[in-house]
């Protein structure tokens, strides 16, 4: 994925609220299907796509991914070849599908109508079982690739005209991907407009189309480039109100501006009936500034939550949208960042949930180890305990910084630790139970024990936790002498 940050904004124009505005969906989406989590977002939401994302050698076979998609109730997918297993999977399924004229084909199916023909009589006639709705002809070439952006409307004219030979005019649309770079202006979004001329007559040929603009829109890239003047609740939709007053428009999010920029652009241009697709939109889970298991949840939550309602310039048109992406993906090239968009690690568990491979998995988010303030600390695999004067549970605000991957395995009981001597007796359970405590107080968890009219012991879900540590660390520090 290529990005341009979105045009500086004004510091007086941007607040700093800490405060969690409500997101309704939108009549444009029905039909939640609430078994249905990656990343502790909901997924099974009629518009709501994820793309497929190919740059790895560890990722399922195309067949597991189909499953893993109708499991998850995900009803719209993107691919950016025609990948043959891929449409051979996705035969039957009903899924609705953007399909990729790549790159490197752009050129040659511009130059040569038969080449166009030829494509689309191989990858798209050949598999009348697959829901075809969009050809995105080229992702990112305009402005990014001048060598290329040349090409991108003939070779969209000639599918077209391809697809019209074949009578599947009614049902595919024919468009190209672009992302924020492709608009000159973007601020306030009512100037938005674009850069490159030759999107004047791209739209003009989506309008006499009824095709729509793919917009790829990444309010992270913005965000991070723009940190001091940007919040990052307006970048996760966290505002708790306006933050950007743009004449009759009021905007609480970096997402609706962006989105809202590129309305403008187009009606500038002839444009005003051609809607939008997001086609690609996320936010990493590691790798760089802001990038965590926390704000990708964040983001793609409320991302689901809101499109449902439009932007404040198309309010109440639900924007249909496509999470990137479905994978994180080893093999993609750029920072850090661009191998950890998924939703899905390769072994199709949550990123962020704990797998047969959790202690790898754990480590790579943490970088082996969590630390604190004091003698305490914890290590995967390892626990190390200081002698304490009195029991106690530990709450440290630094704490709150570790990384949420570990506190979770630590919650699960699924991380494996070897519990050295506590003042040199071997007590197995004081550190473990320690350790638990220590996640507990860093998601914020509080553990009691209380006792009810007989003197018995009621526990909530940390109570056994703490009994056991304050027991081990008895039995280990205090002599007890019994007599009979």
Not at 216 to 244: E, K, M
Not at 350 to 363: D, I, W, Y
Not at 430 to 447: N, Y
Request: hydrophobic share 35%.
């Amino acid at each position: 994925m290529a990005w341009r940050s979105i045009a500086s904004y004004c510091s007086s124009h941007i607040s700093d609220s800490k405060s969690h505005s409500s997101h309704n969906f939108g009549s444009g989406f029905p039909g939640l299907r609430t078994n249905s989590e990656a990343f502790g977002i909901w997924v099974g939401v009629h518009g709501i796509g994820v793309c497929y994302g190919r740059d790895g050698n560890n990722l399922p076979s195309p067949s597991d991914v189909v499953a893993l998609y109708r499991s998850n109730g995900i009803s719209n997918m993107r691919i950016y070849s025609p990948d043959q297993d891929a449409l051979q999977a996705l035969s039957g399924s009903n899924i609705q599908l953007i399909v990729g004229v790549p790159n490197d084909n752009v050129q040659s199916i511009a130059s040569d109508p038969s080449a166009a023909t030829s494509w689309v009589q191989s990858n798209i006639v050949a598999f009348p079982g697959v829901a075809f709705s969009y050809v995105a002809v080229g992702n990112e070439l305009i402005p990014e690739n001048p060598s290329l952006a040349q090409f991108v409307l003939p070779a969209m004219q000639n599918i077209q005209n391809a697809i019209n030979a074949a009578g599947l005019q009614s049902r595919i649309r024919v468009s190209t991907a672009v992302s924020a770079a492709v608009l000159s202006q973007s601020f306030p979004p009512s100037q938005g407009a674009f850069g490159p001329d030759s999107m004047r007559a791209i739209v003009q040929f989506l309008a006499s189309n009824g095709a729509p603009l793919l917009f790829n829109v990444y309010p992270y890239f913005s965000y991070r480039d723009n940190s001091a003047q940007i919040s990052l609740d307006y970048a996760l939709f966290q505002s708790s109100g306006v933050v950007v007053q743009d004449g009759q428009f009021g905007y609480q999010n970096l997402f609706d501006a962006m989105v809202d920029a590129a309305y403008a652009a187009l009606e500038k241009v002839g444009g005003s009936n051609v809607r939008i697709v997001v086609s690609e939109s996320g936010w990493p889970s590691a790798g760089g500034f802001a990038a965590s298991i926390d704000n990708a949840r964040t983001y793609n939550q409320n991302l689901i939550r809101h499109v449902g309602q439009g932007t404040p310039r198309r309010s109440g048109n639900a924007i249909e949208t496509y999470i990137f992406a479905m994978f994180n993906e080893n093999q993609k090239g750029g920072d850090e960042t661009e191998r950890n968009f998924g939703l899905f690690r390769p072994d199709r568990q949550p990123v962020g949930s704990a797998s047969t491979s959790k202690q790898e998995e754990v480590k790579r988010l943490t970088g082996g180890k969590i630390k604190k303030k004091g003698k305490e600390k914890c290590i995967l695999k390892t626990v190390k305990i200081a002698k304490y004067d009195e029991p106690r549970v530990v709450e440290d605000t630094e704490l709150h910084q570790d990384t949420d991957g570990l506190a979770a395995a630590e919650l699960r009981g699924e991380t494996e630790i070897e519990e050295p001597s506590i003042t040199g007796q071997k007590k197995t359970r004081g550190p473990t139970s320690m350790c638990r405590l220590i996640a507990a107080a860093r998601w914020g968890k509080k553990s009691t024990i209380d006792y009810d009219d007989m003197g018995r012991p009621i526990y909530n879900e940390n109570g056994k936790a703490l009994q056991s540590f304050i027991g081990s660390v008895v039995r280990s520090m205090v002599p007890i002498n019994i007599k009979s």
